[in-house]
């Protein structure tokens, strides 16, 4: 078939365009880039610039868009936490800078010790990158504030949340009273929320629970270049938080110099940003809803299939973190369809063209349970184009009607 957004650039190397009903995942691209982004990269990318006039008022826009104190770009959420937490370690002692990751050969005053609830640790060496000794507090059943205050001592250099669906919901600490934790012990506290948006709020949301900064992927819902992220600072420790990184980073020598961002990924970043909150929110929701509702309709009665929508809203969700977008869950019935695994659905699903993203159960002990004969599947509609929704409910009815799997 004829795909309108084929790439012909993927089609000289040989490699397939696909849609995306999996997510925003760095393994997929992470997101699509709209015309009025690359309009303004191509547009900045035939001239020169101070970079250093450019950080400082481009950061100045993302603040003020994202409703906080203070803003910093950079090449990656997992960039924003070594940066973030490099400055909790160092601060504004340049002697610690010039050691990083160095924090303990040999220790200026030992504090590198980071500490993050045990079950929403999920990009361990990014921490280790930035210097930091990565304190797990708690275990399978979630942490109390008391023991995050057992784990203090004087090595402690700060507190660390994760904001995403990997956290295991389960005896999670608040993260209000977490933020209100550290404040209480002078520590400063980020927070990792990559993928937390939208909705739109999100942010300034978790700055206002109390973390001095708060870190989002630029290349997911923001649908900016991938490879950027924002770091996002409250109050007065945030933006001095901030600043340090700046300070630190290119085009300045130093620590931060190895996570440069063009000045068209800048330019681009700030353009989409602009673009997706210049929208309505509720109007861009109801869209996505409608592509999940033809969908899910459009694979009802098929024998061994059990379909819904999950709005992901305030009441129903997979998760109490997922992002506000809807999805189409189909639970296939294991001996009804003859499959011994789910990803034989995942590689009909991505082996055509155009191929099809979706997603599926990440580990292959988790696809079907000791009490159960079902697994799911998931249609994302977030970067689903007009027509798109059409194209993949096709392929999934044919894919489960005709069960390539079992020839």
């Not at 109050?235 to 630190?248: A, C, K, N, P, Q």
Request: glycine share 10%.
């Amino acid at each position: 078939m004829t795909y309108l957004y084929r790439s012909k650039a993927l089609d000289r190397l040989g490699v397939r365009s696909m849609i995306n009903a999996q997510n925003w995942s760095t393994s997929i691209g992470g997101t699509y880039i709209e015309p009025e982004v690359l309009e303004a990269m191509a547009d900045v990318a035939k001239t020169f610039v101070s970079m250093r006039e450019l950080i400082e008022k481009a950061c100045r826009r993302v603040a003020e868009l994202c409703k906080v104190d203070a803003a910093y770009i950079t090449t990656s959420a997992a960039a924003g936490i070594t940066m973030a937490t490099a400055a909790c370690i160092a601060g504004r002692d340049e002697r610690k800078w010039v050691k990083l990751p160095f924090t303990e050969d040999p220790p200026i005053d030992g504090r590198n010790r980071i500490l993050i609830q045990a079950n929403q640790s999920a990009y361990d060496v990014q921490y280790a990158a930035g210097g930091g000794r990565l304190v797990k507090v708690g275990g399978p059943e979630g942490a109390s504030l008391e023991d995050f205050e057992v784990e203090m001592d004087e090595k402690t250099a700060g507190i660390a949340a994760g904001y995403h669906y990997n956290v295991v919901p389960r005896g999670w600490m608040p993260y209000d009273a977490l933020a209100k934790l550290a404040k209480k012990h002078g520590l400063p506290c980020f927070c990792d929320c990559a993928g937390a948006f939208p909705p739109y709020s999100n942010l300034h949301r978790i700055n206002d629970w109390g973390f001095d900064l708060s870190i989002f992927s630029g290349g997911k819902g923001i649908r900016g270049p991938q490879d950027t992220g924002l770091i996002l600072g409250k109050g007065e420790r945030g933006m001095e938080l901030i600043e340090e990184i700046r300070s630190h980073s290119s085009p300045n020598m130093g620590f931060g110099r190895a996570f440069k961002v063009s000045k068209e990924n800048i330019v681009g970043l700030v353009t989409a940003l602009e673009l997706v909150l210049s929208r309505d929110e509720d109007a861009e929701y109801a869209k996505q809803l409608a592509k999940a509702e033809y969908m899910a309709q459009r694979l009802q009665g098929i024998p061994g299939i059990y379909v819904s929508v999950v709005p992901n809203d305030e009441k129903t969700y997979e998760h109490p973190l997922m992002a506000r977008v809807p999805n189409v869950r189909i639970d296939v019935d294991k001996e009804a369809l003859g499959l011994s695994t789910i990803r034989s659905v995942y590689d009909a699903m991505s082996g055509g063209d155009p191929g099809i993203f979706i997603r599926f159960p990440r580990f292959e002990d988790r696809e079907f349970g000791p009490f159960t004969n079902r697994a799911s599947v998931f249609l994302f509609t977030y970067y689903l184009r007009d027509g798109e929704e059409k194209i993949v409910a096709e392929r999934m009815r044919k894919v489960l009607t005709t069960r390539p799997w079992a020839k």
